[in-house]
């Protein structure tokens, strides 16, 4: 059995082979350790992968890599020192490559997530629903792109019994890459949005995209989608079963019964062919939680985690940072939603507010900035968001954009005069705090970009 790049390492002859190198100075009994991106890590007994982006080269860093006692190196142009190294077109593929290469050497489950919204509550949904089952590997932080994901593969280890992977993207033929590393046994879909539709022109475009999710599925693997969204009630599967899960559609394979919203969360039954599981609670709020949880009860069922397993484990949830984190504060109570948005997640997160303000008995007051990479379809989008927020008791729009001035046309067209607050952070806050009563619930979302948790932060 293969336990760990740490522990057993990795052949370099074989790693020259899977990424289809040029070797230079190779001993073939080099072996490698760790795979190191970065000079500030341990680079000891590591290879070196010297990624070049548009702000930054690693190839500046290779004779430090080298002091700190890396073995060998990968590169796109030949280095100033006489040192072991693999020369290749592109560092980036290489190092999908060689964690395509490690993932080949574990036989186990492997969950991979991608959609539009709620990746990242599904994943970790699913994580909690099997882990009474399973030791789970898993993406930590925002590490789902190209460069994030194989070192998520490449930290797997033999005392892990599965893996749930998120993919994100930005462009056709991203996931496509993603999933080949990757190899899941399972593939979800959570959605099919207007996130990246700047990049992409359409939702049928996305739903392309996001459809590439199928091209590393393994033969026999299962895809798992929303079967309420419009999109996706048509995703086919060549390699494998197509499963269901969905609130509306009475013919998902996965449908919610008996949905109930709580202060905690949500507590639901599943209707799945001839039965019935009763009595799951997920400790998230509002109903785009309920989807997150019922691909989580799909995916632990396809896993054979027993029902008992899987309902224990949902009640362990707890969301990664600015994600629906809801903190209370003195006599008043903060959402904080601050690490993406889109459209679609924003109408959910308006949707949260509501029921929080609701059930505390306080005003409802949604603090919102811009939503990056819509295109063309920014005006339109954030005119109909900021309609959609005008249900709030308050808003507040931070920035002085076109896209936060539409933010503000939509509420006034819905019938709210928002306030302004500005670009200015101190501000900002000055403003919000000044604003606040006794009860208020408050909301604070908006694009990564837009770095809204400095705002939070200071509102206390």
Same mark, same amino acid.
């Given at each position: 059995?293969?336990?760990?790049?740490?522990?057993?390492?990795?052949?370099?002859?074989?790693?020259?082979?899977?990424v @289809?190198?040029e070797?230079?100075?190779?001993?073939?009994?080099?072996?490698?350790y760790? +795979?190191?991106?970065?000079?500030? #890590?341990? /680079?000891?007994?590591?290879?070196?992968? !010297?990624l070049?982006?548009?702000?930054?080269?690693?190839?500046?860093?290779?004779?430090d890599?080298?002091?700190?006692?890396?073995?060998?190196?990968?590169?796109?142009?030949?280095?100033?020192?006489?040192?072991?190294?693999?020369?290749?077109?592109?560092t980036?593929e290489?190092?999908?490559?060689?964690?395509?290469?490690?993932? @080949?050497?574990?036989?186990?489950?492997?969950?991979?997530v991608t959609? &539009?919204?709620?990746?990242?509550?599904?994943?970790?949904?699913?994580?909690a $629903? +099997?882990?009474?089952?399973?030791?789970?590997?898993?993406?930590?932080?925002?590490?789902?792109n190209?460069?994030?994901?194989?070192? %998520?593969?490449?930290s797997?280890?033999?005392?892990?019994?599965?893996?749930v992977?998120?993919?994100?993207?930005?462009?056709?033929?991203?996931i496509?890459?993603?999933?080949?590393?990757?190899?899941?046994?399972?593939?979800?879909?959570?959605?099919?949005?207007?996130?990246?539709i700047?990049?992409?022109g359409?939702r049928?475009?996305?739903?392309? !995209?996001?459809?590439e999710?199928?091209?590393?599925?393994?033969?026999?693997?299962?895809?798992?989608?929303?079967?309420?969204?419009?999109?996706?009630?048509?995703?086919?599967?060549?390699?494998?079963?197509?499963?269901?899960v969905?609130?509306?559609? $009475?013919?998902?394979?996965?449908c $919610?019964?008996?949905?109930?919203? %709580?202060?905690? @969360?949500?507590?639901?039954?599943?209707?799945?062919?001839?039965?019935?599981?009763?009595?799951?609670?997920?400790? &998230?709020?509002g109903?785009? &939680? /309920?989807y997150? $949880?019922?691909? !989580?009860?799909?995916?632990? *069922? =396809?896993l054979?985690?027993?029902?008992?397993?899987?309902?224990?484990?949902?009640t362990?949830?707890?969301?990664?940072?600015?994600?629906?984190n809801?903190?209370?504060?003195g006599?008043? *109570?903060?959402?904080?939603?601050?690490?993406?948005?889109?459209?679609?997640?924003?109408?959910?997160?308006?949707?949260?507010?509501?029921?929080?303000?609701?059930?505390?008995?306080?005003?409802?007051?949604?603090?919102?900035g811009?939503?990056?990479?819509?295109?063309?379809?920014?005006?339109?989008?954030?005119k109909? %968001?900021?309609?959609? !927020?005008?249900?709030?008791?308050?808003?507040?729009?931070?920035?002085?954009?076109?896209?936060?001035?539409?933010? #503000?046309?939509?509420?006034?067209?819905?019938?709210?005069?928002?306030?302004?607050? @500005?670009?200015?952070?101190?501000?900002?806050?000055?403003?919000?705090r000044s604003?606040? =009563?006794?009860?208020?619930?408050?909301?604070?979302?908006? &694009?990564?970009?837009?770095?809204?948790?400095?705002?939070?932060?200071?509102?206390?």
């Open positions: 059995m293969y336990h760990s790049i740490g522990k057993d390492g990795l052949n370099i002859m074989e790693i020259v082979s899977a @289809g190198g070797a230079h100075n190779i001993r073939d009994d080099i072996q490698v760790n +795979i190191c991106t970065d000079t500030r #890590a341990d /680079v000891k007994g590591s290879l070196f992968v !010297a070049k982006g548009e702000k930054y080269d690693g190839h500046t860093y290779i004779s890599a080298f002091a700190k006692g890396a073995a060998a190196c990968v590169c796109q142009r030949c280095p100033a020192d006489d040192v072991p190294f693999i020369k290749v077109d592109s980036l290489a190092l999908g490559k060689i964690a395509m290469l490690y993932r @080949g050497k574990f036989d186990l489950p492997v969950v991979a959609g &539009s919204v709620g990746k990242t509550t599904t994943k970790e949904a699913i994580c $629903a +099997i882990s009474p089952h399973f030791s789970v590997c898993k993406t930590e932080k925002n590490f789902n190209e460069v994030g994901l194989p070192q %998520t593969i490449l797997l280890t033999s005392d892990h019994g599965a893996a992977i998120e993919m994100g993207m930005v462009e056709r033929g991203e496509s890459n993603l999933s080949r590393i990757t190899h899941p046994t399972i593939a979800v879909i959570t959605n099919i949005g207007t996130s990246h700047g990049h992409l359409s049928e475009n996305i739903f392309l !995209a996001k459809s999710i199928t091209d590393g599925l393994c033969d026999g693997g299962t895809l798992i989608v929303n079967g309420d969204d419009d999109m996706l009630r048509r995703a086919a599967n060549p390699r494998g079963d197509v499963v269901f969905g609130i509306e559609n $009475a013919e998902c394979d996965f $919610a019964k008996n949905v109930k919203e %709580t202060a905690g @969360g949500v507590s639901f039954d599943v209707k799945h062919g001839n039965t019935t599981i009763n009595d799951i609670f997920f400790p &998230s709020l109903r785009h &939680s /309920v997150a $949880a019922l691909f !989580a009860v799909a995916c632990a *069922t =396809v054979g985690v027993s029902d008992d397993e899987m309902r224990r484990g949902l362990l949830y707890r969301p990664v940072e600015m994600r629906q809801i903190v209370q504060c006599d008043f *109570t903060k959402i904080v939603d601050c690490y993406n948005a889109s459209p679609e997640s924003m109408r959910a997160g308006i949707d949260v507010l509501l029921s929080e303000a609701k059930g505390r008995g306080g005003r409802s007051v949604a603090v919102l811009k939503m990056h990479e819509l295109g063309d379809f920014s005006p339109m989008l954030h109909q %968001t900021g309609a959609y !927020a005008a249900r709030a008791d308050v808003v507040m729009i931070f920035g002085d954009s076109d896209d936060a001035k539409n933010l #503000a046309n939509g509420a006034i067209s819905a019938g709210r005069e928002p306030i302004m607050l @500005g670009n200015d952070i101190e501000k900002a806050a000055q403003i919000i604003s606040i =009563v006794r009860g208020d619930v408050i909301l604070i979302k908006a &694009s990564r970009a837009e770095r809204l948790e400095r705002l939070a932060e200071r509102i206390k």
